[in-house]
């Protein structure tokens, strides 16, 4: 998990410092909410691989 993550902001790091020097500022910001749900959906998959998942306990909400 800890590769996992690291590899996440290493990765959103070079692309942040490209989006900054091409002064692209609306994209940075939907590229860091896209990494950052991308890293909680992998932590809440990650600690309890076996349980509901994300899917249906959305739907159970809805219900």
Known sequence: MILTC???VLISIFEIVNMVRKKKKKEMFVFIAFAFGTLIFGIFYSV?????????????YLK
Do not use: T
Not at 48 to 60: F, H, T
């Open 48 to 60: 309890q691989p076996y349980r509901e998942s994300l899917a249906a306990v959305i739907l159970g």
């Open 6 to 8: 690291l590899f996440i």
